[in-house]
């Protein structure tokens, strides 16, 4: 079998969970021996056998970004002729999967990794280009063979974004992690180069600054933690430059009112986010849309207690009580996720942060939970085979 796994993100260029998924998926299907797989990618060529990176078409220079990407798209689509199956992950690739199908007469499958109907906010960032990514989306979900949802809560929202979808047709496979790469590594000299006192209790967050992260409710939630407490910020890549202004001008305002915050705009690489996993107290994820959410898989692997949303795909991750805290909230239906009531949410964000920080035992056992948990039912074996297994049912029906 040849399957052509299409993608915006592949290594090196990975900035979020998506191309994390792509990669680790690849190398699972690949370590496998029984299938041809093929990355098609945006971006400059990789020496990586089997794997083709796409530029931007220069006809297409200074357009609209949706636009750029479609042509990518295309250029992408008329190269898997010979492939029995492709497999799209996000819009950025979903109109060269459902293009390949067309052009190619093969199934497609489909990563569902977000979802465009909630995510409005991108509106802000791409203008009418939303209005295509959204089009796009949609024209390839309810085409296509076969869609992965990586929780069952991304499932639902599958389902409700999206109800001509035959249910029978979508299938839950959630996201991994590799417990040999992500696990405790202490280094200390990582840890005070960046500005972080290893001897006071911290708070990591890790993301991009992005509205469904929701960076802004920790920051206010902040200022109620006790004062020996550090908040430490591994946060870059801004969607847009009102909420990077949004981000900064809330990180002065706790500035002003306590020590110890500490800012990372940068993405860092893997080794020195471990090291600052690894020498956190607890680690935050305040997320108002989380398909599923590696972070936390990537804090729980480095055996870090996790305070998280009660959104989502979080709760199929995180063990409220025995792997970190969930953090309830009734959030507004009008696809921002946003919460109905922000100060509320913010406060028991806090609250939970504090409870988990006042007892280091008890959140240390967490973390130890965490870890257990991540590597025996999140493996990337386990989820190459579940794969596997949803394109051997698509091509049996197609």
Known sequence: MRVDILSKEYPP??????????????????????????????????????????????????ANPALTTMGVDLAMAADCGGADLVHSHTWYANFAGHTASLLHGIPHVVSAHSLE??????????????????WVERTAYEAAAGVIAVSHGMRADILRSYPTIDPARVHVVHNGIDSRLWQPAADLDVVRRHGVDPDRPSVLFVGRITRQKGLPHLLRAARALPP?????????????????????DLIAQL????????????????????????????FACPSVYEPLGIVNLEAMACGLPVVATATGGIPEVVVDGETGWLVPIEQVQDGTGAPVDADGFEADLAAALTDALSDPARAHERGIAGRERAISQFSWTSIGDQTMAVYESVLRHS
């Open 255 to 282: 500035r002003s009112v306590r020590d110890g915050v500490v800012w990372i705009p940068e993405m860092l690489p893997r080794a020195e986010v471990i090291a600052l996993l690894s020498a956190a107290t607890v």
């Open 117 to 134: 109907p909630l995510r409005p906010w991108k509106a802000e960032q791409l203008g009418g280009g939303y209005a295509l990514s959204s």
């Open 228 to 248: 020996e407490v550090q908040v430490v910020l591994c946060a870059g890549a801004p969607d847009t430059p009102e909420i990077l202004a949004e981000v900064e």
């Open 13 to 62: 260029a990975v900035y979020g969970g998506a191309g994390v998924h792509v990669a680790e998926l690849t190398r699972a299907l690949r370590e496998r021996g029984d299938t041809d797989v093929r990355v098609r990618c945006f971006g400059d060529p990789r020496d990586e056998g089997g794997t083709t990176g796409y530029a931007d078409p220069p006809g297409l220079a200074g």
